[in-house]
C-alpha cells in the first residue's frame, strides 16, 4: 500500500483539459497531464484492497465493472507513488497491449468499482495509466521484442482494430507468423478511423502498429477478404484463421418517414470521411462530409453521436442537437437500483457536451427524444425534424416499452442529420462464404473463453464476436482468443 490514510488525506484530482473553445479550433488531443509529484500524490490514494474490485472485469447489470483486461492497478498505482517508473510500466505491460489507447479512449470501468467510490471519489486510474505508458516511450522503455524462435505456423487475423491487433501482438510472441489483413488504406480499425483524432491523435495508433511490424506482424492493407481474396483461399494459405473484422453493419433508420432525404448520414460515414481528409491532406480536398453552417442533428445519445458532436463543432457547425431515447441520468449514483461496483449511472458532461456547452451556453443533448420523421426542401434534402417525448418503463414480461407523451411534438431545423443508432454486428460476406454459425443477434458464434467456430481453424474475437463493444473488451478477447490458437497449433500454451 501506498499509504494506508493516503484516501483520506487527498481530494481526487483530475488535469485541466485545454479550454473548450480553443480545442474547437483544431484537430489535437485536449486532455493535458498531471506533474509527476501530482501523480504520485493520486496514486497514494489507492487503498490496495484486500478483493481489488478494479481489476475483476465482470458483467453487472448489463455493464462491466472493473477492468476487463485486468490490469494490476494497485500494483502499478503504488509503483508510481514510489517513484518507481518503469517497474510500473513492466507491471502495466503484463496484462494490457495497448495502454496508450485504453489510457485515452476507454470510459475506465476500473473507476466505477474502486473500493474508494464506496465512501468517496475513486481513483484517478484513467490518468495515472496513460501517464505510465507515455512516460515509458518517452524514455524509450518500449521497444520492438521479436520472438527469438518462430515455429513456422502461418496465422492470418482479419481486421486491426484493438481485436485483431492484442491477436497477432500475443501470437508474434508466441513464434508463429502472423499477417493482419485490413481493407482500408491505414491500418488500426476504429482505432484509426471511428474515434476522432482530438480523442486520440493518430502518430500514436501508428507507433503501435509501427512497433508490432518491427516486432514481424505483417500488414496487408487495401485488402478485404471475401472479396479480394477469397475466404476459402485464406483457409488453405494459413494454418489458423482469427477473424477480428468488428461489428460494423450499421443499424439503420429506414422505419422513420423520410428517412431517403439527402442529408441523413450514417455516424460513422461523417466520422471516417473527415478522419481521413485531415490525415491525407488536412481536410483540404473538400471529400469530406461536412457539418459547416449546417443545423446539425445527432440521433443516437452514446459514445459515437457524441463524437459526432465534437466532430461537427470543429467543422463549424450552426447549431448541433444530440438526441437519446434514454432519460437523464441523476446526479448522484442511485444506490439502490445501481449499486457500487457496478458502472455509475450518472450526469457529467463529456468532451463534446463540454465544447457545445461552451460555446452555445447548454447541454446539446435532448433525453427521452423519439423522431417521428423526417421533412425535405423540393430538392429533396432534409429540412426538418419531428420529436416526440417519450417515457419508458418495462413490462411485466421484461421488455424495455417506449410510450409516447401527448403534446410534446416538436420541429427542428435540420440540414444534417447522422445516424449514431448501433450497429447489428458483422458484415455478412466472410460469414456467408464460410458458413459460419450466428448467434440471435447475427454475430459470430463462439463460445466465450474458447473462440472457436463451427468451422475448423477459424476463430472469431472482438466485436464480431460479441458485438458493440468496448476497446477493453477487444484487448481481452483478442488476448484470449491467441492463448486458443496457439493451444490449437501447438497442443498446448504458455500465453496468459
Not at 122 to 133: L, N
Not at 312 to 329: D, E, I
Not at 427 to 442: P, S
Amino acid at each position: 500500500m501506498s499509504t494506508p490514510t493516503g484516501f483520506m488525506e487527498y481530494k481526487r484530482e483530475l488535469p485541466t483539459d485545454r479550454d473548450p473553445l480553443e480545442r474547437i479550433k483544431d484537430w489535437n488531443e485536449f486532455h493535458r497531464m498531471f506533474s509527476e509529484d501530482q501523480l504520485r500524490t493520486q496514486g497514494a490514494r489507492c487503498m490496495d484492497c484486500g478483493t481489488p474490485y478494479c481489476h475483476t472485469g465482470i458483467e453487472l447489470s448489463g455493464s462491466v465493472s472493473g477492468c476487463p483486461v485486468n490490469n494490476l492497478i494497485p500494483e502499478w498505482n503504488n509503483l508510481i507513488y514510489r517513484g518507481l517508473w518503469k517497474e510500473a510500466y513492466e507491471r502495466l505491460a503484463k496484462t494490457n497491449n495497448f495502454p496508450e489507447f485504453t489510457g485515452r479512449v476507454c470510459p475506465a470501468p476500473c473507476e466505477g468499482s474502486c473500493t474508494v467510490g464506496l465512501i468517496g471519489d475513486a481513483v484517478t486510474i484513467k490518468t495515472i495509466e496513460q501517464a505510465i505508458i507515455d512516460r515509458a516511450f518517452e524514455e524509450g522503455w518500449v521497444v520492438p521484442q521479436p520472438p527469438k524462435v518462430r515455429t513456422g505456423k502461418k496465422v492470418a487475423v482479419v481486421g486491426s482494430g484493438p481485436a485483431g491487433l492484442a491477436t497477432a501482438a500475443q501470437l508474434n510472441k508466441a513464434g508463429h507468423t502472423v499477417t493482419i489483413f485490413e481493407r482500408a488504406d491505414r491500418a488500426g480499425g476504429l482505432l484509426m478511423y471511428g474515434i476522432p483524432t482530438m480523442k486520440l491523435e493518430k502518430d500514436i495508433v501508428q507507433r503501435r502498429i509501427d512497433l508490432l511490424a518491427a516486432e514481424g506482424v505483417q500488414f496487408v492493407l487495401n485488402t478485404e477478404i471475401g472479396k479480394d481474396i477469397s475466404s476459402e483461399e485464406l483457409l488453405k494459405q494459413f494454418d489458423a484463421v482469427v477473424l477480428c473484422g468488428g461489428a460494423t453493419k450499421a443499424r439503420p433508420i429506414g422505419n422513420v418517414e423520410g428517412h431517403e432525404l439527402k442529408g441523413i448520414h450514417p455516424a460513422m460515414d461523417y466520422l471516417n470521411s473527415t478522419i481521413k481528409s485531415f490525415l491525407d491532406n488536412g481536410l483540404q480536398d473538400g471529400t469530406y462530409i461536412s457539418g459547416k453552417d449546417q443545423h446539425v442533428i445527432v440521433i443516437g445519445g452514446g459514445d459515437t453521436g457524441t463524437d459526432c458532436v465534437a466532430t461537427a463543432l470543429r467543422h463549424g457547425c450552426r447549431s448541433v442537437t444530440q438526441f437519446g431515447t434514454h432519460s437523464k441520468a441523476p446526479l448522484e449514483r442511485d444506490t439502490l437500483n445501481n449499486p457500487w461496483p457496478e458502472y455509475p449511472n450518472v450526469y457529467t458532461l463529456d468532451y463534446a457536451h463540454e465544447e457545445a456547452k461552451a460555446l452555445y451556453g447548454e447541454d446539446p443533448r435532448a433525453f427521452s427524444v423519439l423522431t417521428k420523421k423526417f421533412v425535405g426542401d423540393e430538392n429533396g434534402n432534409v429540412k426538418q425534424l419531428h420529436t416526440v417525448q417519450i417515457r419508458r418503463y418495462v413490462d411485466e414480461q421484461g421488455r424495455k416499452i417506449y410510450e409516447e407523451i401527448p403534446g410534446t411534438e416538436k420541429v427542428w431545423p435540420a440540414d444534417l442529420v447522422l445516424v449514431a443508432v448501433g450497429f447489428e454486428g458483422p458484415e455478412r460476406t466472410i460469414v456467408d462464404q464460410l458458413g459460419l454459425e450466428t448467434d440471435r443477434r447475427t454475430n459470430v458464434k463462439a463460445k466465450y473463453g474458447k473462440y472457436t467456430t463451427n468451422v475448423d481453424k477459424v476463430f472469431a474475437a472482438g466485436d464480431m464476436r460479441r458485438g458493440q463493444s468496448l476497446i477493453v473488451w477487444a484487448i481481452n478477447e483478442g488476448r484470449e482468443a491467441a492463448r486458443e490458437v496457439d493451444r490449437y497449433l501447438m497442443g498446448s500454451t504458455l500465453l496468459p
